[in-house]
């Protein structure tokens, strides 16, 4: 077999390609928000798309979230498979009751005789000044809905194949992409010079059509003397401070968080015996904490130093703080030296 | 004693309100002790307004949104631009299904209380909306109902027995008793799952309907509210978004005047009517008497073919009165007077449409009795078969392991593993 | 100083006096939501109020939760104390977006310039055959928000102090009542003869004013093998539970999910080296996940087994198979039985 | 070339939709590359609705929703009912404010591309309906306005330095920098904190104005929004729950044509104007040029009186237009024609008022040359003292421990534990 052909792309590129693909091997796949259509979105991630596939393929909708999810599982009640996008994930929550209430319960209260196959996008994190209505990361209150799934790539590989994976699920997927990461990587450090994705493998993405199963976990790094969960933006941060740190560390980037690929995580901390949580929402009842209770349940035995979790603090994301709000290198790296002390 | 509304308690625009204060807060015309009197409610007889083409602007229908579309006169005759001139065939289905429908309600009802299941709604008084609308559609459209137009499924011969083991929560449950009583869902039926949170189905609709524009397809979706449910966001957005798409839907608003315990005045403040709520949205606006089951029917073909024929939506307020209670958990007679659903004006749509059948010289009492001994006989036996695959108290409970089932389309492994604890700890 | 007088109330009639005192006490007292007024609500909570204090004082809304916490965030703006009542938790929803955006974060983004002194209240909880919209315990989806408080009674007696309290706070607070425990003890047994508050301690109750600070849990049973985290319902079934099992558990009733009391589990699972949680929630990021990840990271070094939650299980919450939805006796005996194995 | 709106590309009710699927999506009428014409855009002249008495019944309001009112012509003169009379010292203050409004927006659009900030909003070609409006308000009358209502502040005598430190998030941001550029707070000149959620005030709006009435407070509010937010829950709330309680508020829309990049027929659909989303409300509702600020004045004059005396809510939609990009984030020449903002036949409010002020003698180019100087040189000046206070990348950044202050009235333990993590790990 020969070797897919690949393009550099950025996470904007290939989040564009994945619903290019899609809409151009499915008639049933229709993209619609706020924006989207001639202008291409705020972020540009359907740059294109209408002029390619048509107005009624790729469109505007009103401001309204709750109405643009709404339409959405109608939609999708009836046979097709609507990617549907909110501009910022902190403008999710008109849409909580229709995503949380419906999308998530229609499989279930009819049985089965109706379904919901729909795709949520929306930009999560912060890292662009954008206060406490541009930056909210909110995964956790969506992992607490049953019937729902969440996942959410940081990398433009990863976003492709897995937003073509949500949009052929039969089920609903809430698709979060860290915004901080549309262009390009990112350490942790807002000094350091921005990093594009050029040149980077994960920036090396196939044209065609590929999917990455939802619930499998990637790991980043090998290492022994630490497991590292987490996603999203905080991927590259991990990365990055176990490196100077210099610590062995077994990073998994989750990818996705409902459903969560446990056997990745048990198995890493089993070999480690430590754990190190990381998330940018805010901490208390944070998706970390779900992970931490996993972790506690299912490896107690094999664990040899308190689990930490490096999170935002439990205020909104300030404005002008910004950098005092991001769980950055410095408190990564804090926290894993207090897990690997009594080595 | 009997009081007009706002005519003692409700201040005037611009004098000061209830308590002293001046923040005003509506109330009903009667409450429990008040004798009612709906003299005030005016009974349009003569001025049914003209039925215009289907495909008219929207604002040519504004004024309808504030009258009253009837057919059924009072004596009988039906009148005027909008009778849809049914056959005695469909006139008698129409009938037959009105009064199946309510006597499956009284059974149920009385089977509840006698505990047999966990909660009942009954649709008393607006089986006229229900089997109308459905009438006028093709059963291929698709309806999103609210807990009170189980009128759709018998109109669209959809099993008795199923719908009643739904109920029951039995084995012959088609939801294996995921749902609680009356949240019926039967695609094949083009009847969509209903939601136990208000509104939230009306915008979904809207989306069911762009969905057959954008295939092509020639079906429509038509989409209820009661009045009272119209206050929530998804009733905007569905108004909102059919117009932006012209969405090939009707959204029915069906006003019986009360919401549990508010009456209809909570949702509409100042509002002349609910129709009126769709004049600004650039809708076609439609009101008609919700208890005039050939006034129902028409006003929904004429919306149907606006929206086959790509006119886009319309809003249809169906007038009618809640008789009974809310549901099995309710009491009416402690927020309003115990004889109000009699002193209601517009009558009972089953009596209507009788006396209609007897004025065309085709019905008579006694062939009325007979009918409906016949639907209560028919109905008490589809119960029996039904609750012999029992109930909710009962034995023959659904199997507790369906509850791990159709989560998601396949299960992920934290479901399995808690489907096997349950398994060993429980089991 | 003398005994205050007291009277046996149901949790229905604590929570009606406590809100009848503060408005006696105080015009800035507002009661409204659906079906509240004439009627007294749906489960009986504020009968009585506006006959007592007036039509503009308790009223009813139009079936709209965002309109109502919209209306209950100006009001408290503006001064007043609004209680809103929303009738059902399922039904919280709509109101999200007004609740964790705006009453939460109205103090914050304005630097205090606004504030927000409002009650949320509605029921909770299963057991009353309600199926997947009449049962549901959201309260993670809360706990995560910063600027909110979030608290749960268990009797009468906390449910008027607590519920006072709440009213005379100045920040928002969502006030979770555990609609089985509306008229009497529930110890998960649905076989058993229904109890009432008659003739329970709890169920005595100081007729006058009084509050219970928010953020403090209440001991239930003093034992040294095993802490019991928990709130709500399964507060009873904790205890019966316990004491069919015949363990000496230390029962802690959180009452207040956030802020938490961790000084109070800190020091019961120091002192036990075990710990379980329960809710009703389903499991997957409920709160029992942020217990587990506190007392992990505050209690590592002395505890002796697996932290274990019991919980709802991951699905929407069954109408017909309720009790084997429901988190019961032999479910919470079986996790206590797993914990103490190796003791 | 230029095309009429739904010239070409819309089909007309009931014929095929765009790209032969049904579904239809509107598209506004003119693109980059068009030339925008506007001459289907009929400038109402002599039809100004007449002024009825404030204390009427909302429906003799409905046609004032559909027509426009108007005070200035644009000869300059000042005619009609609606014609507020003021002082010159009034319109002078009017063109001083709208003037300043404008030259701040300048200078701190352009410190932000000198990434002084991290971002701002401009509200050119839109200062009528802000400063028109509050000076037609009392002062203390509370408004919830959007992010391009600033001239609100500016008419109300805001400190411009305290502004600008909000934007600049310095040591002089009376919100100590936990807020993005723009959404200010300033209780103390009615001005609501500003939410970067859309349409979330409208109905905290609606309570502040309940809890006047109900106090027998004199206070009104005032709630805005822009047109594209009107499709949120929340408009359609507070435009009930005003009603049914007949708040004393005045809901404004700003329909200045877009929303980012979606032109105003997104969130209209096939609605006639956005003020007669009103009329099904029961609300009274009147529609004004946006751009001729006496008419603001004027309408928001009757409305205040409207609510002030118990006559309940008005929704006044002011047709503008947004004349510059949504906001430094943007690129408006992306979606509409470069030229799209000259085409439009409103002119420019400040335009507009200087040449009323010429036509009645008292005003003339050099001393509007004079005035625009000294507005820029003082807001230059303001703007210096500002910015010596530090800037968002600037070394004297606000103290990042505020950043735990203010989440609760008093800071629960976690709190402090985290505030006191910060200190060891960071600090
Ligand atoms: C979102 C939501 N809020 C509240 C309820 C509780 N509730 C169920 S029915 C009902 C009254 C509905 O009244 P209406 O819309 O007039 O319909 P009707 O019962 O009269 O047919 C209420 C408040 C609910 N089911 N969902
Ligand atoms: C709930 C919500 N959804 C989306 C956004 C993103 N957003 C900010 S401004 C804007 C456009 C608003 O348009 P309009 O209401 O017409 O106001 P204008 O900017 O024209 O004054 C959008 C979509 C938001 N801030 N909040
Ligand atoms: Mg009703
Ligand atoms: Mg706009």
Redesign the interface.
Known sequence: MAEPETKNMTMIEAIRDAMDVTMSQNSDVLVFGEDVGYFGGVFRCTAGLQEKHGLHRCFDTPISEGGIVGIAIGMAANGLRPVAEIQFADYIYPAYDQIASEAARLRYRSNGDFTCPLTIRTPVGGGIYGGTTHSQSPEALFTHIAGLKTVIPSNPYDAKGMLIEAIEDNDPVLFLEPKRLYNGPFNGDPHAPAKSWKGHPLGEVPTGHYGIELGKARKITEGDDVTILTYGTMVWVAEATAAKVGISADILDLRSLLPLDLDAIVESVKKTGRCLIMHEATRTSGFGAELSALVTEHCFYHLEAPIERVTGWDTPYPHAQEWAYFPGQKRVANALKRIMKDV | MAKAPHST?T?K???????????????PPF?PGDTPDYSHVSVPVKHTPVRPDP?C???ETADH?LKLIRVLRFNGEAVGDWNPNLSNDMLMKALTDMMMTRAMDERMFNMQRQGKM??YMKSTGEEAVSVGHAMALKNTD?TFPTYRQQGILISRGASIKEMMCQCL?NSG????????PV?Y???KHGF??I??????Q???????????????EDGI?SVFTGE??T????????L???????A?CIINVVNNQW????YQ????????SFA????????ATLRVDGNDILAVYAATKWAAERAR????ATLIEHFTYRQEGHST?DDPS??RPKDDSEAWPFGDPIARLKKHLISLGVWDDDKHDALAKSCKEEIRDIYKSAEAMGN?SGAT??N?Y????????HP????ER?RRM?SE??D
Chains 1, 3 share one sequence.
């Open positions: 308690d201040p625009r611009g004098q000061s309100g209830s308590n002293r204060s001046r923040l005003h807060v509506p109330e409450r495909l602007e929207p604002h949104a966990s909660f698709m929560s449950d088609p939801l294996d008793g995921k749902s609680i949240l869902s039967f695609k969509f799952s939601s136990g949170n208000l509104g939230t009306l915008i979904q609709g809207v989306g069911w309907a762009m969905a057959c524009a954008y295939k092509n979706a009272g449910a206050a929530e966001g998804d009733f905007h957005y569905a909102n978004f059919a117009s932006t798409y012209r090939p919401a549990i315990s508010s005045g909570i949702a509409m403040g100042e509002g002349e009126a709520r769709g004049t600004g949205y650039g809708l024929k790509g006119g886009g958990s402690k927020y909710l409970h659904v507790d369906t509850m791990f089932e159709q989560v998601y389309e992920p492994e934290h479901l808690q349950f700890e429980l």
